[in-house]
């Protein structure tokens, strides 16, 4: 299974960015799918994650900013960020479960200024 982040990039405190991420491979099922962030000189951390059903878990400095979403048709996995703020840079890296193991994208890095 490859995982393939997008979306990320540089921008201003209070905008918004959307990341997607597409699994490809051998796939039977893709259950749960995430986003994980990784600050500079910290260790990786949970964003939000969303299972097969939808349902959906975010951390608490995330709630009400950031909106996990998944087309399971397209094995794709979205991360709306809005309201963004400096201390959300960091590299997100997406996560899938499959077949029993998990997997990890090469991440995509999100800069936001002040």
């Known amino acids: 299974v490859q995982l393939q982040a997008s979306g990320g990039g540089l921008v201003q405190a209070g905008g918004s960015l959307r990341l997607a991420c597409v699994a490809s491979?051998?796939?039977?099922?893709?259950?749960?799918m995430g986003w994980y962030r990784q600050a500079p000189g910290n260790q990786r951390t949970l964003v939000a994650v969303i299972t097969k059903d939808g349902t959906t878990y975010y951390a608490e400095s995330v709630k009400g900013r950031f909106t996990i979403s998944r087309d399971n048709a397209k094995n794709t996995v979205y991360l709306q960020m809005t309201s963004l703020k400096p201390e959300d840079t960091g590299v997100f890296y997406c996560?899938?479960?499959?077949?029993?193991?998990?997997?990890w994208g090469k991440g995509t890095l999100v800069t936001v200024s002040s």
């Open positions: 491979g051998s796939i039977f099922s893709l259950n749960p």
């Open positions: 996560l899938a479960g499959a077949n029993g193991m998990d997997y």
